[in-house]
């Protein structure tokens, strides 16, 4: 049985924008679209996306459920490592020199500017409900309640 890389792959990328979407989270995936993200008031979740198992098994898993929550982020969004490569680097860029590139990640930006991230050290090797909880101090520091 011979299987196509390329089409598991697509499915695989696929199934991953997908949850993103099904969550609330709007895909950034130009440089335009990273402007855009920043210049927002407010504050705004950037969750860099991955086809890694931690993004699958943890890291989408926790950004779905972090968002309902009675304190959470104006805007959601996220940036898709190695599909959106532009987009992601660019983003990695802007978040500043403080920023350590992980994917995945999250990064939570106030009136344009990184105050807080979670890296994939702090994803990998955990249970969705500890980055859930991380998550959710963030927004209890840098977050309005709705």
Same mark, same amino acid.
């Given at each position: ?20 979407? *099904? &969550?609330? =989270? ?10 855009? $993200? ?5 504050? !705004? ?20 459920? *972090? &968002?309902? =929550? ?10 898709? $490592? ?5 987009? !992601? ?58």
């Amino acid at each position: 049985m011979s299987m196509d890389f390329n089409l598991y792959m697509n499915e695989i990328v696929t199934t991953a924008r997908n949850e993103m979407d *099904a &969550a609330g =989270y709007e895909q950034l995936r130009t440089t335009e679209d990273v402007d855009r $993200a920043l210049e927002r008031p407010g504050t !705004t979740l950037f969750m860099v996306n991955s086809v890694c198992g931690c993004a699958g098994g943890i890291a989408r898993p926790a950004a779905t459920h *972090a &968002a309902h =929550y009675d304190r959470r982020p104006d805007h959601l969004v996220t940036v898709f $490592a190695g599909q959106d490569k532009e987009a !992601t680097f660019y983003a990695r860029d802007k978040f500043g020199d403080e920023h350590l590139p992980s994917s995945p990640s999250f990064v939570l930006v106030k009136d344009g500017q990184m105050v807080a991230e979670v890296g994939r050290h702090e994803i990998e090797g955990h249970d969705p409900m500890s980055v859930i909880t991380h998550l959710q101090g963030l927004f209890e520091e840098y977050c309005e309640e709705y």
